[in-house]
């Protein structure tokens, strides 16, 4: 890659492929592109399944397509029998569509491009804007990005027009503007951004397996009645240690998704000036809230030595002959949520229950031996160590993507 970060010509991208010194074509996207009319169905009139016309909804651009359509894999809704549009333009590869509405300037006009239509008829339907090149200045699989670049969407934020809810029209793209290079740069950028989308959907389904592994080994804990049976309050022993002085530890906060940093949680801290007396929690410890237990605010914390929670928490240790991934695991299954809101009584809210300590150390779960715990365990672990991994990368190759789509357009 070059980068042309001295400005010395004013047309160019500042990220770019060293080969390419030409400058761009900057065009404005009402000229670019022909726009057609599109049909108002709703998703009451479509269905998934049939052989018939397919059908664009707007709410499949914001959320579950990616920016290239490939119809060979990708999935759009068909038009209901008794439905299909009396009026409409069938969709060509190459066509544009974007949402001309959302509640976040980020998504207004989001666009994707039909990349490949697989021989089959689309059209675009509801809250969408189909837009065509037929001046044939841009190559299949340029498009979709290029209006998905900062560059395009800052202008678009400028001129969203709306207060809850952000709209756009054609004739806004009267004000906009576009950088178009030669078609082989366009086709190596193009190229380089459709891979980097592939990985991502390859990365996407390996976290999916491994939740799916996790899942299973977790309906394992949970319908396997194998093993002796075992009061929770023998499991789980009580700590209240408390911190001496304010600020200690480091403040920690116990959610339904996990146990965080509470600067890194709220990206501030939230806890009240004075935490001298707050609980002291150690790595291996488990803590729950008794008020939203029930929805799965119960932790294993492998993440943090020592740190300090609120006196709201009940703190606990693992007691011995009991392997701690295997209960950590077992605290979280549907089985064990059942039985926390069984012994929770309801609160101020629809969300709170008060937790009874003494039916919830009652609990009975059914332990296998030492040996089958730790086999549990681990494989836990490795997968869960696996699934962190997995999130690393995904989030790096979406980081990448996002900077490309920065830097490579103008």
Request: overall charge neutral.
């Amino acid at each position: 890659m070059a980068n042309n970060n001295e400005n010395k010509i004013l047309n160019v991208p500042h990220l770019r492929f060293p080969e390419f010194i030409e400058e761009w074509e900057i065009c404005k996207v009402s000229e670019l592109l022909d726009f057609y009319s599109t049909n108002s169905l709703s998703w009451e009139q479509l269905e998934y399944g049939e052989k018939a016309m397919m059908n664009l909804h707007y709410g499949l651009i914001h959320v579950g397509l990616p920016t290239m359509v490939d119809l060979r894999r990708d999935k759009l809704p068909n038009v209901k029998e008794g439905n299909m549009p009396k009026n409409f333009e069938l969709c060509k590869e190459g066509d544009v569509a974007f949402a001309d509405a959302s509640e976040d300037t980020n998504e207004v006009a989001k666009a994707i491009e039909f990349f490949n239509l697989d021989n089959k008829d689309i059209v675009c339907g509801l809250h969408t804007i189909h837009g065509r090149d037929n001046k044939n200045k841009t190559v299949v699989g340029f498009k979709g990005y290029a209006f998905s670049s900062s560059a395009f969407h800052n202008q678009i934020r400028r001129i969203a027009q709306g207060t809850k809810i952000y709209s756009i029209s054609t004739k806004n793209f009267s004000e906009c503007y576009v950088g178009i290079p030669s078609k082989a740069e366009q086709t190596k950028i193009a190229t380089l951004l459709r891979l980097i989308d592939e990985r991502i959907a390859t990365q996407n389904k390996i976290i999916e397996k491994l939740q799916s592994l996790i899942k299973g080994l977790n309906n394992t804990l949970q319908y396997d009645t194998g093993g002796k049976s075992v009061c929770l309050g023998d499991i789980l022993l009580e700590r209240s240690e408390r911190s001496q002085t304010n600020n200690q530890h480091e403040v920690l906060s116990s959610t339904v998704k996990g146990i965080f940093s509470q600067r890194e949680y709220f990206s501030k801290d939230i806890a009240s000036e004075n935490n001298v007396g707050y609980k002291i929690i150690r790595l291996h410890d488990v803590v729950l809230s008794p008020q939203n237990l029930w929805m799965g605010n119960i932790n294993y914390n492998d993440r943090f030595e020592i740190g300090i929670v609120s006196p709201s928490y009940k703190v606990f240790s693992i007691a011995d002959g009991y392997d701690n991934q295997f209960v950590a695991a077992m605290l979280k299954t549907h089985r064990a949520l059942y039985s926390y809101m069984m012994v929770s009584e309801q609160g101020a809210s629809i969300v709170r229950r008060n937790l009874n300590m003494e039916a919830f150390s009652q609990l009975v779960f059914k332990i296998p031996s030492l040996d089958k715990q730790r086999e549990i365990g681990y494989a836990i672990s490795l997968l869960k160590s696996q699934l962190k991994t997995a999130n690393k990368i995904i989030k790096a190759y979406t980081s990448q993507k996002q900077y490309l789509l920065r830097q490579m357009f103008i």
